[in-house]
């Protein structure tokens, strides 16, 4: 007989029993017994210790965070340390007095260095996932098309580079593209140019960059509506004299938009609010809005300022993650 | 579709995996490069790995990073499969929409913004920055990660397996020990690895949230890369490659074999009992 499932059991009942014990253990603690007492008196049950922990972690370490930016962003920037005045005064410790500074955000529509920020994030993020759509359809077909056993390899593929260092992988494009760069040196030894081409520091090396960095997020989505498509469709359509080419277009693609809509989220979403990239790819006219609030940051130490970027930002991405949701919420309806 | 190949297939399948794999193999061999320009080969040469070791700072950064990522994803496993079993198994409760919501907030949140906006919580609550405050930061952006990775598993799952422990007289705490969590432990694991790689990679979190004394690697090798490719870099980048190349196979090899384990497992019982 096979005893796996017992020693499985045998583990299950130790760590329950140890679980038990603990509790008995501390149980002899009067303040921990008078706590699990009130505790069990005020209805609150294991449940609802199950959830607390995670529950207190967030709301400390996510949720209050948003609210300080959000309050910081109305401040005003002050050389003191932190470098901003307080929102809250109490006057004769009778009155409270708040401030609320608007110029943060009159700042960022009058001055166009931050709008032009915000609109060519937008723009650079939705011409690199419309390049990364054309590079990751025909990879995630072919390897729908691929012989069935060289599927999960084909998969694991993809997502090996996910788990290397994002850093690193955009590092290794700055040796290919810069002007002495391998790309250069191959392109001029093949006689294709005669000069070499500028791409590091250009929008052009960003564009390579995102697509590269965030393929993987294009192929999976599209792999798995892919794969889960009807085969016999496409041998209907080519028994009736589709080419395929034209079953493609009729049949494959529109089955496959929810990958597609998927897809483009998941590049689109992390490429707008991108520093890495632009910063270390891109040039010094290449705005966007990341690379701005780090600067504005750490450069400029304007932390009320930076704060008013993060939360525009923030709004800016809160549409197409919405329209998202609408989307996959219909798909699912269907 | 047993038609061989078409040169579509091909060709798709050779320019999508050499676009995804051309640099990091360039990267690799560049990093035994005996020159110093990167696009020279000037014969091979193991100097820049033991000049790697040689580098206090370094060395100190990376220590540093190993710390902060072990720490971080051990915590944040625990919250997040906690979260993860939560989201799938506990019900309604109170402010439920508020938590699911800060569950996958994160994971679409750009790195810039949450950054920002611990740095400005620790400063608030006057907490000095260094190895514990990015430690709490990559506490909190990988706990999401995992709850969605544990999430994701349970959900396929069906609850009246653990129903049907209950009703059999089985207590909650073993109930989780012997039917749950064997079941996402595969999640659990993953989850886990995912946490310890994002940890190790975070440049721009790390960036915000550090004080003095607690400079990790990424941020080191930023400063390095701002100032031109060297095969330093080279060199520290192809040990982290292979180091997560490296855990990503055994990690798969791993579950491979659990899974043929249990396949074994199922077919034996079918046997016993037929």
Known sequence: MDNRPQTREGIANTLSEAAYGFHNRLMMIPPYRWISAALAYSGISARALLILPPYLWLLLFFLAPFIIVFKISFAEYAISQPPYTALFELIDDVYLQIRLNLENYQLLFQDDLYWRAYLNSVKIAGISTFLALLVGYPLALAMVRAPRQWRLALLMLVILPFWTSFLIRVYAWIGILKKEGLLNLLLLNMGVID?????????IAVYIGIIYSYLPFMVLPLYAS????????LEAAADLGSRPVKAFWQITFPLSLPGVAAGCFLVFIPAIGEFVIPDL????GTLMIGKTLWAEFFSNRDWPLSSAVAVVLLLLLIIPIVVFQKMQEKNRAL | MNKGLSWFTWSALILGFGFLYLPIILLVLFSFNESRLVTVWGGFSTKWYSELFNNQGLMNAAWVTLKVAFISSSAATLLGTMAGV???RSGAFRGRTL??????APLVMPEVITGLSLLLMFVAISLDRGFLTVTIAHITFSMCYVAVVVQSRLATFDHSIEEAAMDLGCPPAKTFFAVTLPIILPAVVSGWLLSFTLSLDDLVI???TTGPGATTLPMKIYSQVRLGVTPEINAISTILVGLVAMGVLVASYISRRNEATRVLDERLA???ES
């Open chain 1, 195 to 203: 000069q070499p081409l500028t791409i590091l520091n250009t929008d």
């Open chain 1, 226 to 233: 892919l794969e889960k498509m009807d085969e016999s469709l």
């Open chain 2, 86 to 88: 939560i989201l799938i």
């Open chain 2, 270 to 272: 079918a046997a016993v």
């Open chain 2, 99 to 104: 938590f699911s919501g800060m569950i996958y």
């Open chain 2, 206 to 208: 790390a960036s915000f």
């Open chain 1, 281 to 284: 790819l891109g040039g010094s």
